[in-house]
């Protein structure tokens, strides 16, 4: 926020209110006339998209000032989480990755506290965006234009501006506005380079996905597990064996990871089992997974088989909240919709 305090209407430059506008036209605006009557069309149309246009070419931020000046331990650490090995930025001549140009004129968390960040007008148009139902944001493109490298101690000052918003349009996130804000940064008070940053503020589209959430996800069956889902739809568990060396693999795996051997058999689990770990999920909220299928918290449980070998499952039997460590449990086979069959474990004692 700018110095500007309370969030009356802005007098903006100059502008003269365009009528089938509706109030807040602020920026230059001059229509009239001809102007107008084409204006009330486009009003008709897309009223918003009016308002929002006034505010092409007003400030969203003014005299902004980075917050420390070109450094060599910030281009280091850039470079090092890019992976960058560019000895250009490196030694006595360093100069900072030219990519970085964003970077220096970041608020980081705090934010510009100086008075120098967002202006008033952007957050003007946030809330006129907000107010009309297109509350998501998401950022889609930047641009970047540089004019001089930035090195070691040079002082970052820069200027944001609106430059466009576009006519509303439908994406697969759903439908909104793309504004584009362009940010002059100069270094030692020269031009050094633009950074363009496009986001798209949207109204999320309608998810139509209620019946599907109701059921739990399908197992992806390939040629490494077939033979465990065929097992399931058997009513038995088979756990792999390397013929090999014998070790024992769940979940089922191409090779052997002991002696890296291909070939094996299966031994059939004989249903005994404990709880190794378990965790109770919260939230999100997944009805299909919660044992009513009312969408409350369920227990998702590690079991340790007789066999040794060890199972992600759901216990069933006892409250989520009463499963423990050390549990003893038996395998069941849950029906958990008409095409899906798992194997889960019930608690062998009340809990
Ligand atoms: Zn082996």
Same mark, same amino acid.
């Given at each position: 926020?700018?110095?500007? %305090?309370? &969030? !009356?209407?802005r #007098? /903006? @430059?100059?502008?003269? *209110?365009?009528?089938a506008?509706?109030? =807040?036209? %602020?920026a &230059? !605006?001059?229509? #009239? /006339? @001809?102007?107008?009557? *084409? ?5 008709? =149309? ?18 902004g000032?980075?917050?420390d ?18 000895p250009?930025y ?17 608020g980081?968390?705090?934010?510009h ?17 907000d ?8 950022a ?32 697969k ?13 100069r ?8 950074h ?12 139509t996905?209620?019946p ?7 197992p ?5 597990n077939s ?5 399931v739809a ?7 064996r ?13 090779g052997c ?17 404990t709880v ?13 997974f919660a ?5 409350g918290?369920?227990?998702v ?9 060890r199972?992600?499952s759901?216990v069933?039997g006892?409250?989520?909240d ?8 038996h ?6 919709d008409?095409?899906?069959?798992l194997?889960?474990?019930r ?5």
């Open positions: 926020m700018s110095g500007a %305090g309370g &969030e !009356g209407p #007098a /903006g @430059a100059a502008g003269p *209110r365009v009528g506008v509706g109030p =807040r036209s %602020g &230059e !605006g001059t229509r #009239a /006339g @001809a102007d107008a009557s *084409r204006s009330a069309e486009t009003a008709e =149309r897309d009223e918003l998209f009016a308002q929002l246009r006034a505010y092409e070419g007003r400030a969203a931020a003014t005299a000032r980075g917050k000046p070109v450094n060599e331990p910030m281009i280091r650490h850039w470079c090092e989480a890019v992976g960058d090995a560019s250009a490196r030694g006595p001549d360093a100069v900072a990755p030219p990519t970085m140009l964003q970077a220096w004129t970041m980081g968390l705090s934010g506290t100086d008075g120098t960040g967002r202006s008033a007008a952007y957050d003007e148009m946030f809330a006129l965006l107010g009309a139902g297109y509350t998501s944001v998401v889609t493109d930047c641009e970047q234009e540089y004019l001089r490298p930035l090195r070691p101690g040079d002082r970052i000052t820069f200027d944001t501006v609106i430059e466009s918003v576009s006519p509303r349009k439908t994406t996130l759903g439908t909104g506005y793309f504004v584009t804000t362009r940010t002059d940064v270094a030692d008070g020269e031009p050094a380079g633009t363009r940053f496009r986001i798209l503020k949207y109204r999320p589209a309608q998810r996905e209620a599907e959430s109701a059921r739990r996800p399908r992806v069956i390939n040629r490494d033979g465990f889902w065929a097992g058997e009513h038995r568990l088979l756990i792999q390397c013929t090999d060396c014998a070790t024992l693999r769940l979940p089922w795996l191409p990871n002991a002696c890296g051997g291909a070939e094996w058999d299966t031994v059939e689990a004989g249903g005994a089992g190794f770990s378990h965790v109770v999920m919260h939230h999100p909220s997944f009805p299909a044992p009513d299928g009312d969408g918290p369920y227990a449980a590690l079991v340790e088989l007789a066999e040794g070998v199972i992600v759901n069933i006892v409250p989520y009463k499963v423990r460590v050390g549990m003893p449990v395998l069941e086979f849950l029906r958990t008409p095409d899906l069959e194997p889960v474990f608690a062998s004692e009340g809990g």
